[in-house]
Nanobody, 117 residues
Framework: QLVESGGGSVQAGGSLRLSCAAS????????MGWYRQAPGKQRELVAT???????PKYADSVKGRFTISRDNANTVSLQMNSLKPEDTAVYYC?????????????WGQGTQVTVSS
């Protein structure tokens, strides 16, 4: 129900942009966000944003480097700059019908981001 795109491989210091679109069957999305999971680690919440691009929140590990934006009611993007090898993970888009700290009503399939040193 959520489809991600934009993952790939990049050298440290480079940039990638992830996008996520919700299918038309999903109505009234409020919060959208991105999680990531590296091998052997727990899933980490990276960034969230609510309706009308208000109040974006970021994990400390990505503040100042990543920017989340709400392109329209059903799409969200994550601009990732100054990438580090520790940003390597599978990135998942998630959405919720209400304003929540950790969206999880809907999930994407994940997209791989690999940052080489």
């Amino acid at each position: 129900q959520l489809v991600e795109s934009g993952g790939g491989s990049v050298q440290a210091g480079g940039s990638l942009r992830l996008s996520c679109a919700a299918s038309r069957s999903i109505f009234s999305i409020s919060t959208m966000g991105w999680y990531r999971q590296a091998p052997g680690k727990q899933r980490e919440l990276v960034a969230t944003i609510t309706d009308f691009s208000s109040n974006p929140k970021y994990a400390d590990s990505v503040k100042g480097r990543f920017t989340i934006s709400r392109d329209n009611a059903n799409t969200v993007s994550l601009q990732m700059n100054s990438l580090k090898p520790e940003d390597t993970a599978v990135y998942y888009c998630a959405a919720a019908r209400t304003v929540v700290a950790r969206p999880g009503d809907y999930w994407g399939q994940g997209t791989q981001v690999t940052v080489s040193s």
